[in-house]
């Protein structure tokens, strides 16, 4: 009973209502225990004016008006300012933690290595490649994944990682934390922090009253010191109360996110079918003196996002975000004896047995990817796949091993000037520019004459000298190609990335003849980099019922319609199969009404639909583009980048599909 | 009973105080992080160009067998570069270090633009391969410095911006945040009169 990808997202939404209902509680409970003690207090010092007068009622409608107005203000300012300084995305937590971000050109072995890892899982998953950070300063083996959804994702690993773990290892890793970026976990994630802040800060709090009362000066015992006392008190009661915020915060997190962790561990073996790499880094793990303990300051605020436990040993650990680490072990290698390695740094081995990486996919698959990929372009007949919506719905959001092998061998198998072009911010401009120009040689013509006018003449000169190669790409290298520029991209000034967006407009704009595959490709990527770049927000998912979008379903559908067939009647037939499962009377629009800038709207509308919702969503769609169940390779691009906008990230081709040669020239 | 209720004034106030400055601070950390990654691109791609340049002297030495002077002006300045070079990724944005790399920048274009300039003398040189693709690669490596460049100037620029307003300035030096400069290419002085050949 495996669960799938839109139900693992279901799954995540609604455990941030049990993260709002612990909250509550622990809110209540700190307001109580804060009344509790300034009641006592009050108390006493009004007994001290009345020597041997008994102690009232410690029930004081005003004062727990007043203690309960200000724990839940403070709580709530804290709670709202560390959310407000997470909505910026992953990186956030990447600063937070000291984390320095890895060069995409860097030339250290073990850093290039990690990159490699990460670029192939994303490319292999659908997702844009994510920014990789070092905490150098940890010597401990861990790793997190941040961010609102897989566009703003960041990676961080430990310095130990780069150290002690093998490429496989390192698979493993990534792979347990690909599939938090995939499920929707790091959103809830993100939130967690940002509302258990504020419970924490109340320790903080205290902790730095305890240190002003103790500078205050004690001369005036009667007046002053009655001051500096009752400073103190409160200071040291908000510390000790402060720890029950530490403890609730740590049963919210043990509530919410420590059961997902199994499966995190699962589906990384499912992508790399390799249970060795993960369960190898969980036994240096727990080979090594640290562990995956986390030394920096704020290790506490985010202890649920990493890979393991950032806390060892400590009484509080009933509530451990993470489950034992031998269980971990166990499930992943039945054979585990309880006893850990002795790990040693690569260096000290040798870098030939660090490097080797296990070829993931079955040995015919293999020859199948690399028998696709090795065939020359007009020799290719052009293979369809067989295609049904729920086969596409089962691959959304569960890469396999199979397309990891077949990111790697992709990225392998690239032109050296344009892998190099996609990994540096000025050429990788020059990339996506050529990537965005037409087949049809007319609206090429317009689009460069448009362009000449407005970018720099190397850069013009760069778009036309990689367009030669791009030109010889099969379609199944665009995406990737692209997903691969977004660490690049992201490092642009505003300035410069103003001056680029501007310049991607204008190719898309010169014609009205685009292609959709090209113009998809343009949305793709300016809404994941407008949400960093700041120009817009990451979407909300608030649309349960599909009732408001279907106008903006309508117009996606019958866009897609026309885009996969070439006859009115073949359209109308697909676009009629499509929207029977909605149970509905849904219109096609004229080919007209198919505007690029209507399909744009639509899709943003479409994009905040709950996950439950984009299941049905994206099935329409599969059914939609698909002639006679069919796709081709370029429509099967086309979905993926659809399926990307939607948010709901699609793996690249099954390669097993398309050894069935089913020519539809 | 007012003690209380004045405490509580306090602590809130105070709060409010605190979680304002911190979240100045934050800011002004992740600008300057910003900025220093920006110069680590320029780091990269400057090491790139100064390692581009061994080679082509030793090509051009093959041909250009009387302009010793010329081509140790080149590997000199080149040598200086990467010093300043390593010194301004210790201390990015520091004054001294990114006034030094400005004039090494400077001077080693200065030595490279006469030895390019002598190169016409010698067809041979000219149409070699191996030359020309150096060349090539150079002028490559030259673009993306410029564009590095920009990237970093404008990270600066916002660091320095941010830093200085009001109510930032007031944190900013409670917490020892310098101000940030800029790579900036300054003119090389002239040190020797240009030699002409007939």
New interface residues.
């Given amino acids: 009973m495996s669960t799938d990808f839109f139900e693992q997202q279901d799954v995540a939404r609604r455990r941030t209502g049990w993260l709002v209902f612990f909250f509550l509680l622990a809110v209540a409970a700190t307001v109580l225990a804060v009344y509790l003690v300034v009641a006592i207090l009050v108390a006493a010092a009004q007994a001290e004016g009345q020597a041997g007068a008994e102690i009232e009622s410690l029930w004081n409608p005003p004062l727990f008006l007043g203690v309960t107005l200000g724990v839940v203000s403070i709580i709530l300012l804290g709670s709202l300012y560390r959310i407000a300084q997470f909505s910026t995305g992953g990186e956030a937590v990447a600063l937070l933690l000291g984390g320095r971000r890895i060069d995409p050109q860097s030339r250290d072995l073990a850093e290039r290595r990690l990159l490699n890892v990460v670029e192939e899982m994303a490319i292999a998953s659908g997702v844009p490649v994510p920014p990789v950070y070092v905490l150098d300063a940890e010597t401990s083996i861990n790793a997190f994944a941040a961010g609102h959804q897989p566009g703003d994702a960041v990676i961080g690993v430990s310095r130990g990682c780069l150290e002690y773990l093998t490429r496989d290892e390192l698979q493993g890793v990534m792979a347990h934390e690909f599939s938090h970026i995939l499920n929707g976990d790091m959103r809830l994630d993100l939130r967690l922090a940002g509302t258990v802040f504020g419970i924490l800060m109340l320790a903080v709090l205290g902790y730095y009253m305890l240190r002003i009362a103790g500078r205050m000066p004690q001369s005036n015992r009667k007046q002053g010191g009655g001051v500096a006392l009752g400073l103190f008190l409160l200071g040291l009661a908000l510390v000790l109360i402060g720890y029950i915020g530490v403890f609730f915060g740590k049963l919210i997190k043990a509530a919410v996110s420590r059961q997902r962790e199994y499966l995190a561990d699962s589906a990384a073996v499912q992508f790399t079918r390799f249970p060795g790499g993960i369960a190898g880094a969980l036994k240096k793990i727990g080979g090594l003196p640290e562990r995956s303990r986390i030394r920096d300051a704020h290790a506490e605020e985010v202890s649920h996002m990493f890979f393991s436990d950032a806390f060892e040993g400590m009484l509080l650990n009933f509530f451990a975000t993470h489950p034992p680490l031998v269980k971990r072990i166990r499930r992943l290698d039945p054979t585990f004896d309880g006893r850990f390695p002795v790990v040693v740094p690569l260096r000290e081995m040798g870098l030939a047995e660090a490097d080797t990486g296990r070829v993931a996919a079955a040995d015919q698959e293999a020859a199948q990817i690399r028998e696709f990929l090795a065939t020359p372009l007009d020799q290719r007949r052009r293979r369809a796949r067989r295609l049904s919506p729920a086969q596409a719905i089962s691959e959304a959001g569960t890469p396999k091993a199979a397309q990891l092998f077949y990111a790697s061998s992709l990225m392998a198998a690239m032109p050296k000037a344009l892998a190099e072009a996609a990994h540096e911010p000025y050429l990788a401009r020059a990339l996506i520019c050529a990537l965005l120009l037409s087949r049809d040689l007319a609206v090429r013509q317009t689009q460069l004459d448009a362009l000449a006018k407005q970018a720099e003449p190397r850069l013009y000169q760069d778009i036309v000298r990689l367009a030669a190669l791009t030109d010889q790409l099969g379609e199944e290298a665009r995406v990737p190609l692209v997903d691969a520029t977004y660490p690049v991209l992201r490092m642009l000034s505003p300035r410069q990335y103003a001056a680029f967006r501007q310049h991607v407009e204008t190719l898309v704009e010169a014609d009205d003849r685009i292609d959709l595959f090209e113009y998809m490709i343009r949305v793709m990527l300016l809404r994941n980099l407008d949400v960093h770049f700041g120009r817009t927000r990451p979407p909300i998912r608030r649309y349960s019922a599909i009732t408001p979008l279907v106008g903006p379903l309508g117009t996606v559908l019958s866009t897609l319609a026309y885009a996969g067939h070439e006859t009115q009647e073949d359209a109308e037939r697909a676009f009629s199969q499509a929207t029977a499962a909605l149970g509905r009377g849904v219109p096609l629009l004229p080919k007209q009404d198919c505007t690029l800038t209507a399909l744009d709207k639509a899709l943003a509308e479409l994009a905040q639909a709950a996950p439950k919702l984009q299941r049905i969503i994206l099935a329409a769609c599969v059914a939609s583009i698909a002639a006679d169940g069919k796709v081709a390779v370029r429509e099967n691009e086309l979905l993926r980048v659809v399926a990307g906008i939607l948010g709901s990230p699609v793996p690249p081709i099954p390669l097993s599909e398309l050894g069935a040669t089913t020519a539809t020239n | 009973?007012e003690?209380?209720?004045g405490?509580?004034v306090i602590?809130?106030v105070?709060?409010?105080l605190?979680?304002f400055i911190?979240?100045i601070y934050?800011t002004l950390?992740?600008s300057r992080?910003r900025y220093k990654?920006?110069f680590?691109?320029i780091d990269?791609q400057l090491k790139r160009r100064n390692d581009l340049i061994p080679n082509l002297v030793e090509t051009a030495k093959g041909y250009m067998k009387h302009e010793r002077q010329t081509l140790e002006a080149v590997v000199q300045a080149r040598n200086v570069n990467a010093a300043a070079l390593q010194q301004a990724a210790q201390a990015p944005g520091e004054r001294q270090a990114m006034a030094a790399l400005g004039s090494a920048e400077a001077q080693l274009a200065g030595a490279l633009g006469r030895l390019f300039a002598v190169f016409e003398a010698y067809p041979d040189l000219k149409a070699n391969q191996n030359m020309l693709a150096l060349q090539e690669e150079l002028t490559s490596t030259e673009?993306?410095i410029a564009?590095?460049r920009?990237?970093y100037n404008?990270?600066v620029m916002?660091y320095n911006n941010q830093r200085e307003t009001f109510p930032n300035v007031v944190v900013a030096s409670m917490f020892g945040f310098q101000e940030a400069n800029l790579f900036e290419i300054e003119e090389p002085k002239e040190r020797e009169a240009p030699q002409v050949k007939f």
């Fill in positions: 009973m003690i209380a209720i405490i509580a602590v809130v105070l709060l409010v605190v979680l911190v979240g934050n950390i992740t992080n990654n920006a680590s691109q990269v673009n993306k564009f590095a920009q990237a404008d990270a916002q």
